[in-house]
């Protein structure tokens, strides 16, 4: 069973827990099939890039997701080129002179334990930001930190998606920020990146003097789905559950294989 109970197992253990009964109950939590995981991007700016691959666990088992060891991993464009990437550590598979293209489209390939995965990604044209301001919120306290603003313009005719990526003095935030022009083709389009964290992952507030780096990755529709669906409820964190993020991926497998284009700009939290 993966790590999200369903609704009528919590109902179950609820009433075991307050029944006046005093008799010893087994509960048979059975497990699910192990699924493979499967994430990784290719850019067009210099590599090294990496693929990631790791195995689910139960719902019993610790929260660490064993790495799968000894895979072939391929990624080739559609212009004929190719690279075999290398295990730098275990399940983590590296490439270091395949480099992106835009318009160009990107397969991965992966031979796992006598299976086989792929996905294909097609590379947009990458897009310039404009500017990084820094405002209030509207219902922000004197002593609270100003949100982040994004503006860039989207190229006019065609379909274009988004992610952007906010870095902290070289430390990159975990919160997802994904965009789309649908409705806004050809428009100057802007993002408030708020910051939410967790309860294990407390970002720093911005001190004045902070580096501030936003990346604005240029990706397709279906590395957009993948990131607007795992940002909602029944999206997950690399454990199946019965609602995991859309993918690009065959065989069952979960993740996501992304080609990028990215580009980047700094400022200096005032």
């Given amino acids: 069973m993966t790590r999200i109970l369903t609704l009528a197992a919590q109902s179950l253990l609820l009433v075991l827990l307050f029944t006046a009964c005093q008799k010893e109950v087994d509960i048979d939590l059975k497990s699910a099939r192990s699924n493979i995981v ?15 691959i790791n195995r689910t666990v139960n719902f019993n088992e610790p929260n660490t997701f064993p790495a799968i060891s000894g895979a072939t991993v391929v990624v080739s464009d559609s212009e004929g080129n190719s690279e075999t990437l ?5 399940g983590i ?22 299976e086989n995965y792929s996905a294909v990604s097609r590379m947009p044209v990458a897009v310039e930001i404009d500017t990084i301001t820094f405002e209030k ?20 005719g065609t379909e274009n998606f988004y992610r952007m990526i906010l870095i902290q ?26 910051r939410d964290g967790d309860d294990e ?21 279906s590395t957009h789905n993948f990131f607007r669906t795992f940002d909602t409820p029944g ?14 991926l065959t065989n069952g497998a979960l993740g996501y294989f992304s080609a ?9 939290y005032p």
């Fill in 260 to 268: 990028a284009a990215v580009r980047s700009k700094s400022v200096v």
């Fill in 235 to 248: 999206g997950g964190d690399g454990s199946a559950s019965p609602a995991n993020p859309l993918n690009n």
């Fill in 93 to 114: 598979y590296t490439g270091t002179t395949l480099q992106g293209v835009p318009g160009r489209s990107y397969t991965l390939t992966i031979n796992a334990n006598g």
């Fill in 38 to 52: 499967i994430t990784g991007e290719i850019t067009d700016q210099p590599g090294p890039y990496t693929i990631k």
């Fill in 137 to 156: 919120g509207f219902f922000a306290d004197e002593d609270d930190e100003k949100l982040t603003e994004v503006e860039f313009t989207d190229p006019a």
């Fill in 201 to 221: 992952n407390r970002y720093e507030e911005f001190k004045s003097g902070d580096q501030v780096t936003v990346l604005l990755q240029s990706i397709d529709e």
């Fill in 169 to 194: 003095n070289g430390t990159r935030m975990r919160d997802i920020y994904i965009a789309e022009d649908r409705l806004r083709d050809g428009q100057v389009l802007s993002a408030t990146l708020f």
């Fill in 86 to 90: 290398i295990e730098t550590e275990p």
